[in-house]
């Protein structure tokens, strides 16, 4: 079995004398760099291939001193995670913890001391570390068993609408493709989509009828058109499917649960406001709403029904470009009608 490595303390001193005292009391328990000041400091810790457990900070220095330093690392999502003790006087312990010091060791140094308080804060780290990973690696685990359970939904779907064939995974590969192009052109609706995480909403995608699990086979698998009261029926998909997603909402609601309930809820409105089940417009319904209501008309046309025949690509283009405004977002439909070529595609390999 491999030996830990021995851990790595930073001393910031601009005071030789204090890094050399403090590096001879540390040495024989670990791996020492130093810095004479906050901008060194910064260097030292872009640079080195491992990153101290623990940073010994002085807090009077040149160029940049230690209060300036820690407000740089905590600005920095790598840099924050590392305790910070202070070497103080006895006059300024108070304000070194309100900085948001872990500890603090006074002048002039007692090796005791100061081994026990770097051995105390380096347990707590590791402690913190590996708990931070357990949390994490259950978390994975949590979120897999879910990504499974609702992709088996989504399965069951497929399955028992059958007419549809692919259309769950051309709807998320055209989502995909839409929502990169949106992202690489720089539209207005990149830096939204980045901030709602483009994969997270392609997973999504593949919820999106899931309430129809909910709805009678004679009226799911009618090989013609609906009357008025089929369609009624069919229409409250968008409800159960809403309410399945809810069900299974954890207190804090995780993007991705957020996204399928969106989708599942908002995928048949319409930019006008005449579609359903609410009858929201414009941006009130949300964009990854919007993206799939698109995306699953596009393919509905371009795919054969038992009611329909499928429709040419230039034909399918056409009724969208028609759409633009009233039944689709206006953006979205210039940029689904840019990118045709990547659409035929995805449509041609997934029959």
């Given amino acids: 079995m491999k030996n830990n490595p021995v851990p790595t303390v930073l001393v910031v001193d601009d005071v030789e004398i204090n890094v050399l005292i403090l590096e001879e009391i540390l040495k024989n328990d670990y791996t020492i760099l130093t810095a004479g000041n906050g901008v060194e400091a910064l260097e030292v810790l872009h640079e080195t291939k491992v990153l101290p457990k623990i940073i010994l900070l002085d807090v009077f220095m040149p160029e940049m001193n230690g209060y300036e330093l820690l407000e740089v690392m905590k600005a920095d999502t790598t840099l924050r995670r590392i305790p910070v003790i202070f070497i ?3 006059d ?9 010091a872990v500890d603090f ?13 770097v051995k105390n804060q380096i347990e707590l780290k590791n402690y ?26 989504a399965n069951i779907i497929e399955y028992r ?16 493709a839409l929502i990169d192009y949106l992202i690489e052109s720089s539209s207005v609706y990149a830096d939204e989509l980045q901030r709602l995480e483009p994969d ?15 709805i009678p086979d004679k009226i799911l698998l009618k090989p013609g058109r609906f009357n008025q009261e089929e369609f009624d029926i069919m229409k409250t998909h968008t409800i159960i499917g809403k309410n399945i997603i809810e ?3 954890t207190p804090t609601e995780t993007l991705y649960l957020k996204h399928c309930r969106d989708i599942c809820y908002c995928h048949h409105e319409r930019f006008d406001g005449k579609g359903y089940p609410r009858g929201i417009k414009g941006y009130d319904i949300p964009l990854s ?15 054969a029904r038992v009611y329909k025949p499928a429709f040419s690509y230039t034909e399918a283009q056409r009724i969208i470009s028609e759409g633009r405004g009233t039944q689709f977002d206006p953006l979205l439909t210039d940029a689904v009608l840019a990118i045709q070529d990547t659409f035929q595609e995805i449509a041609q390999q997934n029959r």
Avoid: W
């Fill in 247 to 249: 069900s299974i909402l």
């Fill in 200 to 214: 997270i909403i392609a997973k999504s995608v593949t919820l999106h009828d899931v309430g129809k699990i909910g």
């Fill in 128 to 153: 913190s570390d590996n708990l931070e990973f357990m949390v994490l690696e259950k978390t994975a685990e949590i979120t897999a068993t879910l990504d499974n359970m609702l992709q088996a939904m």
């Fill in 289 to 303: 709403a919007r993206i799939v209501s698109l995306v699953d008309v596009y393919d509905a046309l371009v795919c």
């Fill in 161 to 176: 609408n059958f007419e549809s064939g692919n259309h769950v995974k051309r709807t998320q590969f055209f989502s995909k």
């Fill in 105 to 117: 060791i006074s002048k002039p140094f007692r090796p005791e001391i100061v081994k026990l308080r």
């Fill in 88 to 90: 103080t006087t006895s």
């Fill in 92 to 100: 300024s312990e108070s304000e070194a913890l309100s900085a948001g």
